[in-house]
Structure formats: structure tokens, C-alpha cells
């Protein structure tokens, strides 16, 4: 019997699009090598545009799908996405607790690339409370990091939310004007990497998700942190670069975006 891949548990709230949230977070993890655990915290109606509506899964069943997972699997790396209420925030740290050696990666899902709002001010401030704390890495877009850490410039976000207690932040700059994306990794002691990548045309569902879930996918199968990061980003990049088009809105990212190449080598 073969041993298993590194095991994920993500948190996060179902997409039915197939392009974002719980659904992104299995096929770039799959795609990456691991085995995917998923405990859903929100069901929402959305398609290629955005979010029609979104509602929270009841805390206790959050609680249970979790436990009941982590009592029969050891799992490498946690990752979490759309947590759907400030009850499923108070549950999620309350389960990360038990497992302080187990890396956390934190992608703060504030609202859709359309607007629509997936997080309330409240559950800002039990992000910040209770997850940051206990988070190896936070992964806000430059427009979360502003919301979240209400700094006057990235940096200043940066280093106000490593006070809040994570290890590492890094920013990523798509909202941000320039030819180029640039990506900055910090930690304590000021900017670690800053990576530059080729804007690509169009407007993708799920990049955010598919880079978190590609950074927990690389710690759980051993990379430090600054080269986790780097690895992901790639992977990232080029799973945007092979979108499609499936509906009338964004394009989705192609997380198998190797297997497609491999069949074109044949």
C-alpha cells in the first residue's frame, strides 16, 4: 500500500462555479500533490460575475466536520478562506489551537472581484483576535491589507498585521496600478521577497484562493516559507495564464495546467 500524500485541511466556503473558494482550494491542492480535507463553512449562490447570496454554515456543524477529520487524519498544513460568520471564526481558532506545529495559511476573503461583501466588520475584528494570531502566513490583496490593517501605505499594513501575531503577510499587488504584479513577502524584520510577474489580460475567479491554497500545498510538502511562496506564486501564474473562458464572466484558472501541457507533448 502506497503512504499517503501530505494531507490539507481547507476552510472555506462552497463555489459552485468551480472557480473560487472550497472547489479552487482541492484542485490546486490535488494538482500540487496533496490530499485534500475540506469542512465547508458557507454555501453561496454566485457564478462567473459574483456573489448572489451567501449563508454561513451553523458553528456546531463546522466544529464537528473538523474534529471528526482531524481525529482520523494527521493533516500538514491548514488552510482558510470565506469563514462565513464570527461564530465559525470563534469555532475555526478554537480548533487551530489544538494544533499549534501545523502551519495556517490566511487568505482574508473580504468581497468578490465584484464587490459583493463576504466578510463583516465585526468578523474583521475576529480575523485579526483570534486567526492572526495563530497564522504562519496571511495572504490579503492590497485591498484587503488597507481594510484589515487601515494603513497609509503596504508596508505600514504589513507591519501592523504581523503585530497582530502571524508570522509572515504577503501582499499581493493586482488591484494596484503598474505593468508588472508585484508580490511582497514580509515578515518582522521588513520585506523578505518581492517577486515580479507579467500582468496577464483579463480578470480571473479564484486567484486569491488558488495562491493561498498553493502556498499550504508547498509548506505541507516541506519548503520554508519565503521559497513556499515563490513556488506558489508560479503556480499561480501559470494556472491564470492557462484560464479559460467557461462562462460569461471571469475566466477560471486551469489548476491542471501541466496535464494539458504534457498531452500536447505526446
Keep these: 500500500m502506497s503512504s499517503s500524500p501530505p494531507i490539507v485541511l481547507t476552510f472555506a466556503g462552497s463555489d459552485p462555479t468551480g472557480g473560487a473558494g472550497l472547489q479552487a482550494d482541492l484542485l490546486t491542492l490535488a494538482s500540487m500533490g496533496c490530499h485534500p480535507l475540506s469542512v465547508v463553512t458557507a454555501l453561496t449562490v454566485q457564478d462567473t460575475h459574483g456573489v448572489e447570496s ?7 456543524r463546522v466544529r464537528a466536520q473538523a474534529e471528526t477529520l482531524l481525529a482520523d487524519m494527521r493533516v500538514a498544513a491548514f488552510k482558510l478562506g470565506v469563514l462565513g460568520s464570527v461564530e465559525n471564526i470563534h469555532v475555526i481558532a478554537d480548533v487551530l489551537s489544538d494544533y499549534p506545529d501545523v502551519p495556517v495559511v490566511l487568505d482574508p476573503v473580504l468581497a468578490s472581484a465584484r464587490g459583493d461583501a463576504l466578510a463583516s466588520q465585526k468578523m474583521l475584528e475576529a480575523l485579526r483576535e483570534l486567526i492572526l494570531p495563530q497564522s504562519t502566513i496571511a495572504t ?4 484587503e491589507a488597507r481594510r484589515l490593517a487601515d494603513g497609509s501605505s503596504l508596508a505600514q499594513c504589513a507591519a501592523k498585521l504581523l503585530d497582530c501575531g502571524t508570522e509572515y503577510v504577503l501582499i499581493t499587488g493586482t488591484h ?3 505593468e508588472e504584479v508585484v508580490n511582497t513577502l514580509y515578515d518582522r524584520g521588513g520585506v523578505v521577497r518581492e517577486d515580479r510577474w507579467q500582468r496577464l489580460p483579463g480578470s480571473y475567479h479564484g486567484s486569491g484562493c488558488t495562491l493561498a491554497s498553493a502556498i499550504a500545498a508547498a509548506l505541507a510538502n ?7 511562496v ?3 506564486q508560479e503556480f499561480t501564474w501559470q494556472s491564470l495564464a492557462s484560464g479559460f473562458k467557461a ?6 484558472p486551469d489548476r491542471f495546467f501541466w496535464a494539458h501541457e504534457s498531452e500536447g507533448a505526446k
Excluded: C, F, K, M
Aim: charged fraction near 20%; glycine fraction near 16%; proline fraction near 10%.
Design 222 to 228: 516541506g519548503q520554508g516559507v519565503p521559497e513556499a
Design 176 to 178: 494596484e496600478a503598474g
Design 140 to 143: 490579503p490583496n492590497s485591498l
Design 247 to 252: 462562462g460569461s464572466g471571469q475566466l477560471i
Design 230 to 232: 515563490r513556488d506558489a
Design 54 to 60: 451567501i449563508d454561513a454554515v451553523d458553528p456546531a
